[in-house]
């Protein structure tokens, strides 16, 4: 079964700082990987999905980018971050639809 | 665009008794429909994925019906245990191999399941 690791666990960082989460995947290959957030109270977005290294696929416009530079290994990233960029940013895989989704512990971030 | 309801009022039961959340869509057809478990602070886990031709499946104490004419999913837990308390998640999802099978979630219910 596949398994998720995603760090850090919580973050605090300073408006207009840069932003790297890094997730990577472990039991399986080829995967489709996700970044979803989850405001407080609110229900997961989706930001972006990817089907194979290099290919990104953004969900909604916004302050974030998102890079797969190996197969089971997917990046969030920013330049600046905005205060409207705290939550928790969870990364998930998937193997089809016939399957679930493996979701990591996920990655606590308040901007302050 | 596409709607996923869930009761977004917390639903509280008695140990023992069966625990019924309800998912309602619009604007959808999903091929597969899916439900989460997510307890505070952690990642979603999921449970049980039914397929539109499906009308039900059960795994241990979790029963999922799923009526593509109404747009409902009911989730049911049985002999429901203080440690089911958490937030149920259902989601939806084209099934397209080609499209990234992007989910769509719902906000979730939250069970509490007390003595």
């Known amino acids: 079964s596949q398994t998720i690791h995603q760090w850090p666990a919580t973050l605090v960082q300073p408006v207009g700082s840069p932003l790297s989460l890094e997730c990577t995947v472990e039991?399986?290959?080829?995967?489709?990987l996700y970044w979803y957030r989850q405001a407080a109270g609110r229900g997961l977005q989706l930001l972006f999905y990817?089907?194979?290294?290099?290919?990104i696929s953004s969900e909604v416009p916004q302050n974030l980018s998102a890079s797969r530079p190996q197969d089971r290994q997917f990046i969030l990233s920013s330049k600046k971050l905005l205060l409207s960029d705290s939550g928790f940013y969870l990364c998930a895989c998937n193997k089809g639809g016939n399957y679930g989704y493996t979701f990591g512990s996920g990655t606590r971030l308040t901007v302050v | 665009s596409q709607k996923i309801e869930q009761n977004s009022e917390a639903l509280n039961i008695q140990e023992g008794k069966t625990a019924t959340l309800t998912c309602n869509y619009t604007n959808y057809s999903p091929a597969y429909l899916q439900w989460y478990r997510q307890d505070p602070g952690r990642g979603p886990v999921f449970l049980l994925l039914?397929?539109?031709?499906?009308k039900e499946k059960r795994k241990e104490r979790l029963k999922v019906t799923f009526d593509t004419t109404l747009k409902q999913s009911l989730f049911h837990i049985t002999a429901s245990q203080p440690a089911d308390s958490a937030t149920y998640l259902c989601?939806?999802?084209?099934?397209?191999?080609?499209?990234?099978?992007?989910?769509?979630f719902g906000t979730g219910t939250q069970l509490k399941v007390e003595l």
């Open positions: 989601a939806l999802s084209p099934g397209r191999t080609g499209g990234g099978n992007k989910l769509t």
């Open positions: 039914i397929r539109e031709n499906e």
């Open positions: 039991g399986t290959s080829n995967p489709n």
């Open positions: 990817s089907v194979g290294i290099g290919q």
